[in-house]
T-cell receptor
Framework: GEKVEQHESTLSVREGDSAVINCTYT??????FPWYKQEAGKSLHFVID?????DRKQSQRLIVLLDKKAKRFSLHITATQPEDSAIYFC????????????FGKGTSLTVIP | GGIITQTPKFLIGQEGQKLTLKCQQN?????MYWYRQDSGKGLRLIYY???????QKGDLSEGYDASREKKSSFSLTVTSAQKNEMAVFLC??????????FGKGTRLTVV
């Protein structure tokens, strides 16, 4: 099955700097790549996604890049703020009507004021 | 907007005990999931269901049963709790290839 590896287990940045979290996947058929955020004591919620028909997507301060050749995707958080501090999970899923999402192990991001 | 409600929030069980976790969603989503979250291991899929009465095993299904008797509810049973087991069980729902919505979790401790 698919395996998603999230490379940074922890990441610290200064407020206002950019943060980058990198993930790789193994199954070339994977076509949907969402990112989730988990704040302390809370459940996961969706932040942004990218599909395999594009290589870049931006939503406000969040940018997702997808390199299908390298089977790599990344989340860029620009102009970080303290409220960006959380655990971020990347995921991948195969095409088709109903799918299993394969999650990375999570990256704990700390934004230092 | 919708909501996913998981009960109970905290569950303390004894070794060997059969324990049931419940999940309700009012999104009217077809697909529901049970994930297990362990510290440092991310989320691992236990079971999912694409419609009422459907069950699909995930990578971590051994030791668990699931039931989807209604579209809105999905329950998970730990068939025999393991001593010192601690994990958070997350229920989720979605429609096809879109955002997955998660519940707040049930935290299991086995003594």
């Amino acid at each position: 099955g698919e395996k998603v590896e999230q490379h940074e287990s922890t990441l610290s940045v200064r407020e206002g700097d950019s943060a980058v979290i990198n993930c790789t996947y193994t199954d070339t058929a994977s076509s949907y790549f969402p990112w989730y955020k988990q704040e302390a004591g809370k459940s996961l919620h969706f932040v942004i996604d990218i599909r395999s028909n594009v290589d870049r997507k931006q939503s406000q301060r969040l940018i997702v890049l997808l390199d299908k050749k390298a089977k790599r995707f990344s989340l860029h958080i620009t102009a970080t703020q303290p409220e960006d501090s959380a655990i971020y999970f990347c995921a991948a899923s195969l095409p088709g009507g109903y799918q299993n999402f394969y999650f990375g192990k999570g990256t704990s991001l700390t934004v230092i004021p | 907007g919708g909501i996913i409600t998981q009960t109970p929030k905290f569950l303390i069980g004894q070794e060997g005990q059969k324990l049931t976790l419940k999940c309700q969603q009012n999104f009217n989503h077809d697909t529901m999931y049970w994930y297990r979250q362990d510290s440092g291991k991310g989320l691992r899929l236990i079971y999912y269901s694409i419609t009422e009465n459907d069950l699909q095993k995930g990578d971590l299904s051994e030791g668990y049963d699931a039931s989807r008797e209604k579209k809105s509810s999905f329950s998970l049973t730990v068939t025999s709790a393991q001593k010192n087991e601690m994990a958070v069980f997350l229920c989720a729902s979605s429609i096809t290839q879109t955002e997955v919505f998660f519940g707040k979790g049930t935290r299991l401790t086995v003594v």
